[in-house]
């Protein structure tokens, strides 16, 4: 068992109570451990914490919570971070998802302009807990479920000596939506995906030992006119066929563009403005939780459920606890491990998780007829992290350009002045100017 401390900076976030409930899960892997909840919203915060102490105490483990609004002060000898926060909430999400589609873009939280006002946001928070990090714990490691996650990673390790690992469900999630649209079996199947988070695609693609590719073009014949598939699993199932790949649901921002561009106009609400709605239900439960002597997480009522973060979870245990697991993480590309790509680039990868650290396993580029689009991803993701860092104004308007979401120079300016306006309490004055 490894005992750490680890501060949790998102600690009073809607996800957090359930974060917390997924680490105490784990609690016997980390027995004796203390952790840290860091927040902004101090009201939110007491209570994840009161939530936190009481399953704690349930759990026997010997895992002591606390809390504090301060994050230097929090981050004080923490041999980890886990960072999983969002500048501006749900209501700066919004603006990311219904700003583009004024212009005639996809709005989206991780993809396109959306995702690199988010990362704009997220990074200029993420300056401040490096800063502190080397003041006071200088050999702590960062965890990261801060999207958008690729170019978060990307600017710390460009410009900090912390090292950081960043981690997204995607690789393990995205193959069973295909799998599932061809009606088979996820469990019979062994995909592994690589690329930039969120946009990765399949090298290997087999079903009980064998290529899975004549299975799925059986499916797509006899399902592509089928009303009962659900658009994403159709899209995914037939993107997979014809690129010979299976795909981050994420792509279909980018080979079904206009479809999911038309959808967008249409919806009444965006994404976000459907979180919104839920979101005080989310904390009436958590404060009855709160109140209770033995709290109890109904998933229905939780954001997110009640397991939440838990690929980052099992990365920190497989680290610290030194279990050589093999798990998918957002890394540079060291000795160029996934070829086609620079070695400083962030990958997302599957990787042996020991105490040494992620170390990539042995990869095989991606497909020829994919790698185009996945590089012109990474090389965005590139330029985003070094105008979030350190850019100006002209800086972040060619990182739009870049942007395979964007169809335009005028488009890009137009949109950049205003979400930059929109956003402005958020960002620093250098990329405002």
């Not at 006002?117 to 200029?124: D, Q, T």
């Not at 870049?402 to 958020?426: G, K, Q, R, T």
Request: aromatic share 8%.
């Amino acid at each position: 068992m490894a005992r750490i401390k680890m501060a949790y900076i998102g600690g009073g976030s809607s996800r957090a109570a359930g974060t917390i409930a997924s680490f105490l899960w784990h609690g016997p892997e980390f027995a004796g451990s203390e952790v840290v909840l860091i927040d902004k919203d101090p009201e939110r915060l007491e209570t994840v914490l009161r939530i936190a102490e009481k399953l704690a105490a349930e759990g026997g483990d010997g895992i002591t919570v606390t809390a504090t609004t301060d994050q230097r002060a929090g981050l004080a000898d923490v041999d980890a971070v886990l960072t999983s926060y969002r500048p501006g909430n749900f209501a700066a999400r919004a603006l990311d998802e219904r700003i583009p589609i004024k212009h005639g873009v996809i709005g989206q939280e991780t993809q396109g302009p959306g995702g690199f006002f988010m990362a704009l946001r997220s990074i200029n928070d993420m300056r401040t807990i490096t800063d502190d990090l080397q003041a006071v714990a200088p050999d702590a490691v960062i965890f990261n479920y801060t999207n958008p996650v690729n170019i978060v990673s990307q600017a710390v390790a460009d410009h900090t000596p912390v090292p950081i690992y960043s981690m997204c469900e995607g690789p393990i999630v995205f193959p069973p939506v295909v799998l599932r649209a061809a009606g088979l079996d996820p469990e019979r199947a062994k995909v592994t995906m690589a690329g930039v988070n969120h946009n990765c695609w399949s090298y290997e693609h087999l079903y009980d030992g064998e290529d899975v590719m004549p299975l799925l073009d059986a499916a797509w014949e006899r399902r592509k006119d089928d009303p009962t598939l659900d658009a994403n699993s159709k899209r995914a199932l037939h993107l997979a066929v014809v690129m010979r790949s299976i795909p981050s649901d994420y792509f279909n921002y980018y080979y079904f563009r206009n479809e999911v561009f038309r959808d967008q106009q249409a919806a009444p609400r965006t994404r976000s403005e459907v979180i919104m709605d839920a979101v005080p239900g989310y904390w009436d439960h958590y404060r009855e939780q709160a109140e209770s002597s033995h709290p109890h997480l109904d998933p229905a009522r939780s954001r997110g459920g009640i397991h939440e973060l838990e690929l980052a979870i099992d990365v920190m245990s497989a680290y610290y606890n030194d279990t050589g697991a093999r798990l998918p993480v957002n890394l540079p590309n060291v000795d160029n491990a996934l070829p086609g790509f620079d070695a400083e680039t962030v990958v997302e990868v599957y990787c042996t998780v020991d105490r040494k650290g992620c170390h990539i396993e042995p990869q095989q580029p991606l497909p020829l007829a994919v790698r185009g689009i996945t590089r012109q991803l990474a090389d965005y993701q590139m330029l985003a992290a070094k105008a979030a860092w350190e850019g100006t104004r002209a800086d972040a308007i060619r990182v739009l350009v870049a942007n395979p979401l964007v169809p335009d120079l005028s488009i890009a300016e137009n949109l950049y002045d205003e979400m930059a306006a929109a956003h402005a309490a958020y960002l620093p004055e250098r990329l405002l100017q």
